[in-house]
Structures are given as structure tokens and as C-alpha cells.
């Protein structure tokens, strides 16, 4: 019985260890599922990029907010700007087999962008070709879509996600003839990828809940990565907080097109990048990066369908690419491309992992949106030779650089030479509108005053063209970039935190006011509250202060009405600012020929320090440095190109006398008033030129860039005097494009001579004009006969065109409307019927409009123009209009064809019209006397 009894027991106690062991087996094998709900006190997401790294603040596990349980995860961040959505926060997972089934989700609480779930997919068996190690892939799923509350999202390796991504991947690969085929044996999971965007300021991001599986465990050993050491390059540019740097060292891009011509020409600009034509240029390619200039070329570019669907991926861009330091997606790209924009950018970043250049793009409209996508934005319009004013440009270009992301740099490009449409209008008579080299200058420093952290300077002639006047845009190209160039540690670092008054003139020590509180720089209040304007130079003159790394830059730049056509002299003694708060102990000025403070004087007056430029021309830097280190290198940087700019202000000087003799020569053969002084004037420039190459040559180039200054001066009065002799009566700069370029004004007086001997204009061309005959007026189907007037708001509901009775006018007159509340970008439009006009046809187009209110805001205007020639000749008014007021506008045809008249209002307001008349004289029939 015994015996029995320890038997059983025995029997009992090995089958109980059987059970154990089979239970601590089964308890070793994975489960095909694994759960992470975020309750033990250990992180596991990692951030993985380096901006996302240093825009951390705290990461924990926290007991606040979470989904279920009692723990989760917590990432804050601080940007100091809106972050491109190409950062990554990660989590290692198991090793797990792509199949079908797989997938992945988390449960995410966010106040992040565009937050996307993704896996990291790896092929052991196949070298990428960009890296030469084992190739891998991001396959996103699902988007987080509700801001701020919790969401489940997930990622799965599905046959159709995998073929879509896997069909961008070959492309991105291959060497552009053949596709690459891709080696999917044993191919795995291991990583999950959260992609994001972090907006300017706070920001969270919350996991809980980790779901990875069925995990199908491999049956391989993962090989070692590829003997290649990996791409040497990285990108030159990094941009980041509004700043741009090369290298590690502030950067403030300047580049130009490129059309062939001689790259010594191209070095002799200055310009640090040049934008390229083909990417694969490789002899040109080794040739900039051998003279250290970076190229900017358009990258490949996809089809709308793959790059909107994201159906299929751009060949990877092979590495020998790297002097290319940047890709440029197009200029003008309007609102309805940003899609495709977008995902042309995404497409770009994906083939270019080996360098990661930053991608540019210059938009029409839509800052904001476009900014998201691309890395450094342009915002560009051109004034030259048009109906806006520089203080008004100016303005623009403020408001189009608000209109952008905080935080995020913007370029923009600027005119070497006039516009398309012009030269169009002028090439038939074998004439070039020129853009002066002043005009060149000015718009550099307006960019930079604007906010800009580089520019494009546009051009369609060669460098090397041998017409009359485009020679000097070397000569202004490289007096800018080399004053940049000393410049730069402060553009680039720069932001803009004042705008100081100026006073120019004597200064007076006595305050504006009787109180012990006030100061001379005070503005004068009245009796009844009202607060004296600013007048004179005073007012045309901007003062704009940068906080830079390495001090305070104050930049003052001459705004003059009228210089967009011509400048003036631009020049006044005793130009003074003050620095508000600030008890500075020294200032420099900055030239392009050297850093000196000869010109400066300083005061210490109440409320701060103020600084006196004794003479100031069109611009001026001044620098107030934190330490003599900053000093040091500015001299540095100076010195060791000072000739080369005092060689460009001679050779600029000489030019642009050889021009303007020719020009004042001609004018006085055409019937144009003469001037009092303008051959003494001359005189006077050809003397100052000449005693700045003595200057020159016994190297004193500060003398021989102030003597050129001088000069250019000189003949800057002569050409403003004959252009204000020519608009004097007209009612806009553009009233007659022959006005709008010094270079053009002898055939401004032909055509007015032309016009004078007419006696009679004969028929008005468009009889409707007067809006009394309601039955011609916006006509329905006849927009494309063109023989009504045409409503061309595009049936917004923002605008209205509306007949109204009475208001000053005998009759009926003609109202744009836009209203109040309306979204940005909308214009009231009407177009008049066609005027046939044949080739050499003098157009003279004339009419009344009355504006009630002022049209403020950005972009906000009211415009008039003919369709042969285009925007660039539009009559622009946005001020109010005491009662009604008259315009005219005079084209000589340089086509035949249906001329039509466009009004536009832009922006809310309301505007009226009335006496609209177009009436022709025959250019090929004589004048009637």
C-alpha cells in the first residue's frame, strides 16, 4: 500500500514539471501581437531629426491625459517657426516579415501637422545604390486628422500599398535609362515613423495604446551593411530660424540666370550662386564649384497625376549633382499648382536623400500655403517702368514677406532689365528700355529693408550683349554683392525690430515742446491733437534696423516717388537717426570700398544715440557692433575687395556719361525743352570721372568711389529734369510707355509731336463708352466677339458691376464693386469691346474715374490697361479721388490686332467709370494738318 501510494506521487510530481516546463516553453515563444500601453516609466520614441531634436523641451511618461490605462507618452516641442513636414519622431519594433496583414497602429493626441503613421520597411538582399547599404523604405498609412483629441491611426503592409511605394522606389534608384529591380526576399519591418510638422511655438504629441502585428519571425541572418562608406556630401545650405547658413557660416544667397555666356563675366557680377538651365550639365557644374559658385538648377520633374496621387517617384539624382546646392520649382507658379508644387517638393527631398538641398520656388499668390511645402520662397514683383511708386513697392514687399510663414526665409527676384512686354513694344523700332544701374542698386537694398534673406537678379540678354546701357548691370551687380559680402554676417543673421524716424538737416538741440520729458525728435502735436507730418527727403528716406548676431545694422534707403521711371538725385547732407534706449558706444559705415566712421557723427541725446550721416547717397549701411571683433572682420572683408569696388564705381561712372551725353543729344534734336544747365552739368560729371581714375590709380578708392558717386549724380539730375519735363502734364508715369525710361524719352517726344500736328482725332471707337445705351453694355454671349462690354470677375459673388444715374455725371455711369468682407485676391472687372488697331496705329485711349474712399492694403488698387500690351503699362491709382478725374493713356500698336480696355479693381471698395473713348491715328497715313 505504501509502495502504491509513493508511486502515484511520483507519477504526479513528473507530470507537474512536464506541465511547468511545457508552460515556461510556451511562455518563451512571441506572440504574434505585441502591445505597448505606455505604463512602465521608460520612454521609447526618439526624435530623429536634428531640428526636431532641438526643438524638444521635456519628453516623459505622464499620468495626465492619456487614452486608456493610467500612463502615456508626452513630447513637447518650442519652434521658433513653422518646420517643413519632413520631421520624424520613431520607435523600434520587433523584426517582424512584411506580409499582407501586418500593421501597425497607435493611439496619438497631437497639436502637431500633418502627423502621419508610417513603418520602416528594410531588403536585406539589396544595396541601395545612393548609400550602398541595404535599402529601405518609409510606407505611410493613415493621417492624424483630429486635432487635439485622441485618434487611433494605423499603417499597413497591404499588397496595393506596397506595389504603389515600391513603384516610386525603383524610380528613385535607377540610373534614369533602365529600372532598378528591387530584392524583396525576407524584406521586414522595424521601425515605426510618425511623421509631423511642428507649428511656430508650443506643440505636444501623445502615444498610448501600441499595436504591432501578427509578427512572422524571420528565418535569416540580416547581412552586414555594404562595404561603401555612404554619400561624402552634404547639402551647403541649411536653413533654419529665418536664417541661412553655408557650411556652418551665415549665408546671403545672391545668384542670377545663366545664358551662356563667359563664366569670368558671370564671376565678375559677384553673385555667390547661379541658376542653371540642366542638371546634368556636369563640365559646367565642376566649373562653378571650382570658382565656388553653387548651382541652382530645376530638379526632374514628375507628371501632375504622379506627383498629386504620389503614384510614382522621380529617379534618384545621383551624387555627383552636389555642386547643385539648391533645386528651383519655377517662377510665377500660381495658386492652382500648389498641389502638384507639393508634391513635387516631397518627390525632390525623396530622391535627393543623399544631399537634402533645400528647394526654392517663386509664387504669385498664396504665400502662406506655398511656404508649407518649400524650404526658401520668393515673392516677386516688378516696378521698373511702371505706374508703382517705390514707397508703394516698398510697401508690397513687406506685405507680401508678412503674407509668408514667421520664421521661415523668403528671396525675391529683382529687374536687370525691363520687362518682356516692353521689350516687345519697343523692338520693332530697334529699342531697349534700360534699367539703371542706381534702379538695380535700389532694389537690392529694398529687398533687404523689406525682410528678404537673398536675392535673384532676373535676366533674359546675355552679360555679353553689346546694346547700349546693359553693359553697366555688371558693373551694379558687383558693387552690390561686394557690399554684401561684408555685410553678410549681419543680413543673414538679421531680423528686423524697428524703424527709426529720420531728419535731415541742420539738427537744433532745442525740443519741440516746452516739458522737461520732451525731446527734439518728438513730432510737433498741435492745439487740437493733430500730429505734423513728415516731409521732404524726411519722408522719402527708410531707416530700417536689424538685431543681428553681431550687433544692430541700420540700413536707410531713398525712397523717391517717380524712380521706378527715373531716379533723381537721391542725395542730402545731414541725414540723422536715433537710436531709441540704445547708448552706443561706436558706429561704422559701411561702403563697398571700406567700413570707416569719417562720415559718422554721434550724440548723445535724450531718449538714445543719435548718429548723423554727414552726406548720404541713395543708401547707406551703418553698423553698430557688440564688440571690436565684428569691426575687425568688416575691415577685413573690405580691404580685401575695395579696389575691385572702386573700379566698378569708375567704370559705372564712365558708362553711364557715354549714355546719357548720347540720349541728351538726341532729346535736343526731337523737339524736347531744353535744360538750363545740362551741358555744364555734364561737364561737371565728365571732371569728377576723371579725377576718380587719378584717384583710382594712386589706390585712395574711397575718394574714387564718392568722386564716381558724384558724378553719377550729376547725370542722375539731368535725366530727372527731362523726365519730369515729359510727364508734367500727364496724369501717370505710364500714360505713354515712351515716359517710363530715361533711355526711351526721345521717342516720347516724337509721339507727341505726332499728336500735335493732329487737329482732329476723328471717331470715338467705342461709343458705349458714355454707359448710356444699356443695350450694349455686358451683352450676354458676346465676350468672345468682343463687341459688348464684358463683365471679367469670373461670377464672383464678391464683386458687382452696377449702372447708376446721377453722382456728377450727365447720364449713366459705370460702378466696380468689391465688397468689404471679401477674401484677398478678388477684382471687380470690365472689359471694353475690341478696337481693331494695325501695326505703327498712335492709340489714344482716354476717360473719367472718381474713387470715394482710399484703396489700402497690400495689392489693394484700382487699374487701367490696354490687352496688346499687357499689366506692365497699367495706370494705377490708389489714393482718393477728390471728384472725378481723368486719365489718358497714348500706345503706338507694335502689332496689329483687337485692342480692348481692362478695368480692375483689386480689394474691396468701389470705383466709377464714365466717358470711356479710344480713338486711333493712322500710322501709315501723313498727320492731317
Known amino acids: 500500500m505504501r509502495r502504491s501510494v509513493a508511486v502515484n506521487w511520483t507519477n504526479y510530481a513528473l507530470f507537474m514539471c512536464l506541465l511547468l516546463l ?139 500599398a506596397l506595389q504603389s511605394r515600391l513603384l516610386r522606389l525603383r524610380n528613385q534608384i535607377s540610373d534614369g535609362i533602365r529600372t532598378q529591380d528591387i530584392d524583396t526576399r525576407d524584406f521586414y519591418v522595424d521601425q515605426l515613423t510618425i511623421a509631423l510638422q511642428l507649428p511656430q511655438g508650443i506643440s505636444t504629441l501623445q502615444l498610448d495604446d501600441l499595436e504591432f502585428g501578427p509578427i512572422v519571425e524571420l528565418k535569416m541572418t540580416i547581412p552586414e551593411k555594404g562595404s561603401g562608406s555612404g554619400s561624402q556630401n552634404e547639402s551647403q545650405l541649411a536653413i533654419a530660424d529665418d536664417r541661412i547658413r553655408r557650411n556652418g557660416n551665415p549665408f546671403f544667397p545672391i545668384f542670377t540666370l545663366y545664358h551662356g555666356e563667359s563664366l569670368d563675366l558671370i564671376s565678375q557680377t559677384g553673385v555667390n550662386m547661379l541658376w542653371v538651365k540642366d542638371y546634368e550639365d556636369r563640365p559646367l557644374l565642376e566649373a562653378l564649384a571650382g570658382m565656388n559658385i553653387g548651382g541652382i538648377a530645376s530638379p526632374p520633374q514628375p507628371t501632375p497625376e504622379s506627383a498629386i496621387l ?122 531697349i528700355p534700360i534699367v539703371e544701374p542706381e534702379q538695380i542698386l535700389h532694389q537690392g537694398y529694398e529687398a533687404i529693408a523689406a525682410g528678404f534673406k537673398g536675392v535673384g537678379f532676373w535676366k533674359q540678354i546675355p552679360f555679353d550683349s553689346t546694346a547700349a546701357g546693359l553693359n553697366e548691370r555688371l558693373d551694379a551687380l558687383r558693387i552690390f554683392c561686394l557690399h554684401c559680402r561684408a555685410l553678410e554676417p549681419y543680413l543673414a543673421t538679421g531680423r528686423i525690430v524697428d524703424e527709426m524716424a529720420v531728419q535731415v538737416g541742420r539738427s537744433s538741440s532745442a525740443p519741440v515742446a516746452n516739458s522737461p520729458l520732451s525731446s527734439k525728435w518728438d513730432r510737433v502735436v498741435s492745439a487740437n491733437g493733430t500730429v505734423s507730418s513728415v516731409e521732404g527727403a524726411a519722408a522719402e528716406i527708410r531707416a530700417t534696423v536689424f538685431h543681428t548676431e553681431r550687433g544692430l545694422l541700420i540700413l536707410l534707403v531713398w525712397h523717391e516717388p517717380g524712380s521706378q521711371c527715373v531716379p533723381g538725385a537721391q542725395a ?136 564716381s558717386q558724384s558724378a553719377m549724380r550729376q547725370l542722375r539730375i539731368i535725366q530727372r529734369a527731362y523726365w519730369e519735363s515729359a510727364v508734367k502734364t500727364m496724369t501717370s508715369p505710364t500714360s505713354t510707355l515712351e515716359a517710363t525710361s530715361f533711355q526711351t524719352l526721345p521717342e516720347h517726344w516724337r509721339l507727341m509731336s505726332t499728336l500735335g500736328r493732329v487737329q482732329n482725332l476723328g471717331e470715338n471707337r467705342v461709343p458705349s463708352g458714355d454707359f448710356e445705351d444699356e443695350s450694349a453694355l455686358l451683352a450676354s454671349g458676346d465676350s468672345e466677339s468682343g463687341t459688348s462690354w464684358t463683365d471679367g470677375s469670373n461670377g464672383s459673388r464678391w464683386t458687382s458691376l452696377r449702372l447708376e444715374h446721377g453722382g456728377g455725371t450727365t447720364g449713366n455711369h459705370l460702378t466696380l464693386i468689391v465688397k ?42 484700382f487699374s487701367i490697361f490696354e490687352t496688346l500690351t499687357g499689366r506692365d503699362g497699367s495706370l494705377i491709382v490708389k489714393e482718393k479721388s477728390e471728384g472725378w478725374q481723368s486719365f489718358r493713356m497714348i500706345r503706338r500698336a507694335h502689332k496689329a490686332g483687337a485692342l480692348r480696355l481692362r478695368f480692375e479693381l483689386t480689394g474691396p471698395g468701389l470705383v466709377n467709370l464714365d466717358q470711356i473713348q479710344v480713338h486711333i491715328v493712322p500710322g501709315q497715313q501723313p498727320a492731317t494738318e
Not at 402 to 419: R, V, W
Not at 821 to 848: F, L, R, W
Open 820 to 861: 468689404p468682407d471679401s477674401p484677398a485676391g478678388q477684382s471687380a472687372v470690365v472689359i471694353s469691346p475690341k478696337v481693331d488697331v494695325s501695326e505703327g496705329d498712335v492709340v489714344v485711349m482716354t476717360g473719367k474715374y472718381r474713387i470715394p474712399y482710399a484703396l489700402a492694403g497690400t495689392g489693394h488698387q
Open 572 to 707: 542730402a547732407s545731414s541725414v540723422r537717426v536715433l537710436i531709441r534706449g540704445v547708448d552706443a558706444a561706436q558706429a561704422w559705415e559701411v561702403t563697398p570700398t571700406g567700413a570707416g566712421q569719417s562720415n559718422l557723427d554721434m550724440d548723445r541725446v535724450a531718449g538714445g544715440t543719435e548718429i548723423t550721416l554727414r552726406h548720404f547717397d541713395q543708401f547707406a549701411a551703418i553698423v553698430v557692433p557688440n564688440g571690436s571683433a565684428g569691426v575687425k572682420q568688416l575691415q577685413d572683408v573690405t580691404r580685401q575687395n575695395r579696389k575691385l569696388a572702386a573700379e566698378a564705381f569708375v567704370n559705372l561712372a564712365n558708362a553711364k556719361l557715354k549714355r546719357v551725353t548720347e540720349v541728351h543729344q538726341e532729346l535736343s534734336q526731337v523737339g524736347a525743352p531744353q535744360l538750363k544747365d545740362g551741358d555744364a552739368a555734364l561737364a561737371r560729371a565728365a571732371s569728377a570721372i576723371e579725377q576718380a581714375r587719378q584717384e583710382l590709380h594712386t589706390e585712395r578708392v574711397d575718394d574714387a568711389r564718392i568722386l
Open 310 to 431: 504620389k503614384s510614382a517617384g522621380i529617379p534618384s539624382i545621383p551624387e555627383w549633382t552636389s555642386p547643385i546646392w539648391a533645386w528651383m520649382l519655377g517662377i510665377k507658379i500660381p495658386a492652382e499648382d500648389r498641389k502638384y508644387i507639393s508634391g513635387w517638393a516631397e518627390q525632390v527631398r525623396d530622391a535627393d536623400r543623399q544631399i537634402r538641398r533645400p528647394v526654392l520656388a517663386d509664387v504669385s499668390s498664396e504665400e502662406r500655403e506655398f511656404h508649407r511645402h518649400v524650404d526658401f520662397l520668393a515673392s516677386s514683383r516688378f516696378a521698373i517702368h511702371t505706374a508703382v511708386s517705390s514707397p508703394n513697392h516698398f510697401a508690397e514687399l513687406r506685405g507680401r514677406r508678412d503674407y509668408a510663414l514667421p520664421g521661415k526665409p523668403m528671396f525675391t527676384f529683382l529687374q536687370t532689365e525691363a520687362s518682356e512686354p516692353l521689350l516687345n513694344y519697343f523692338e520693332s523700332r530697334n529699342l
Open 22 to 160: 511545457c508552460n515556461i516553453a510556451r511562455a518563451e515563444e512571441p506572440s504574434p501581437y505585441r502591445h505597448h500601453g505606455f505604463e512602465i516609466d521608460r520612454t521609447i520614441a526618439q526624435p530623429a531629426t536634428q531640428l526636431l531634436n532641438s526643438a524638444l523641451r521635456s519628453h516623459a511618461i505622464t499620468a495626465e491625459d492619456f487614452h486608456s490605462g493610467s500612463k502615456c507618452e508626452r513630447m513637447m516641442f518650442q519652434s521658433e517657426q513653422v518646420t517643413s513636414d519632413g520631421e520624424r519622431v520613431v520607435i523600434a519594433l520587433p523584426r517582424a516579415k512584411v506580409i499582407s496583414e501586418l500593421r501597425a497602429s497607435v493611439w496619438i493626441r497631437s497639436s502637431c501637422q500633418n502627423v502621419r503613421l508610417g513603418v520602416r520597411v528594410c531588403f536585406p538582399y539589396q544595396l541601395d545604390p545612393r548609400t550602398n547599404e541595404p535599402l529601405q523604405m518609409e510606407l505611410f498609412g493613415e493621417s492624424y486628422k483630429q486635432i487635439g483629441k485622441w485618434q487611433q491611426v494605423s499603417c499597413q503592409t497591404s499588397e496595393e
